[in-house]
């Protein structure tokens, strides 16, 4: 069974920083997608950062140049770096991956908890 737990969010004055981390654990045979989303309250869910298994990462043009996704280079954990941040930023984040748990099996989609950031001004 894939899990994915989420750390890191918390309160922070606007300007400060936070990074975000996912680990994910279960049996794996590959992660061929990892992102971030955001829902802020009363408004949908939202891509905040991507990155394929080619290593290319996109951003939502809110957060290009304050926030950084990135993968550890051992084990399964995927993290946001979070800088000058903005009280629009407040939202629950998830971390999202398109693994497969083998060779043979199709790619499904795993979702974490979330982990609320808030962001005072």
């Known amino acids: 069974q894939v899990q994915l737990l989420e750390s890191g969010g918390g309160l922070v004055q606007a300007g400060g920083s936070l990074r975000l981390s996912c680990v994910v654990s279960?049996?794996?045979?590959?992660?061929?997608?990892m992102a971030w989303y955001r829902q802020a309250p009363g408004k949908q869910r939202v891509l905040v950062a991507g990155e394929g298994s080619g290593g290319s990462a996109v951003y939502a043009d809110s957060v290009k140049g304050r926030f950084t996704i990135s993968r550890a280079n051992v084990g399964n954990t995927m993290y946001l770096q979070m800088n000058s941040l903005k009280p629009d930023d407040t939202a629950v984040y998830y971390c999202?991956?398109?693994?497969?748990?083998?060779?043979?099996?199709?790619?499904?989609?795993?979702w974490g908890q979330g982990t609320q950031v808030t962001v005072s001004s």
């Open positions: 999202n991956v398109i693994l497969k748990v083998a060779a043979a099996q199709p790619q499904y989609d795993y």
């Open positions: 279960g049996s794996i045979f590959s992660i061929n997608a």
